[in-house]
């Protein structure tokens, strides 16, 4: 079993930053995919980011290259995603999730385990 936890949510301003941390623990945590995704109200959950260990490969949804980037330590189990230049529409619950492959990192279904979620906040 993999359990997750997520932290660094909260409230912040438009064009301002948040850095969100994911630390995993469990048998062979290191080794999982780490995967980033949103839900918004009313929204469906859609994919930010994920990372890969061993390798190093980074995925990112189109709409948030440049301004969200994923990072991971794996010496902490713990993967990151660094938010920057927030919009109001990047408000929702953020989630992180592992898994260990055979399909689209893109997609929920890769991911087996999944944290509780951290509610990221953007006001205008």
């Known amino acids: 079993q993999v359990q997750l936890a997520e932290s660094g949510g909260g409230l912040v301003q438009a064009g301002g930053s948040l850095r969100l941390s994911c630390a995993a623990s469990?048998?062979?945590?290191?080794?999982?995919?780490m995967g980033w995704f949103r839900q918004a109200p009313g929204k469906e959950r859609e994919f930010v980011a994920a990372s890969t260990w061993p390798g190093g490969n980074t995925w990112y949804a189109e709409s948030l290259k440049g301004r969200f980037t994923i990072s991971r330590d794996n010496a902490k189990n713990t993967v990151y995603l660094q938010m920057n230049s927030l919009k109001p529409e990047d408000t929702a619950v953020y989630s992180c999730?592992?898994?260990?492959?055979?399909?689209?990192?893109?997609?929920?279904?890769?991911?087996?385990?999944w944290g509780p979620g951290t509610q990221v906040t953007v006001s205008s």
């Open positions: 469990g048998r062979m945590a290191s080794t999982y995919t």
């Open positions: 999730a592992a898994g260990l492959g055979g399909g689209n990192v893109t997609r929920t279904n890769f991911y087996r385990y």
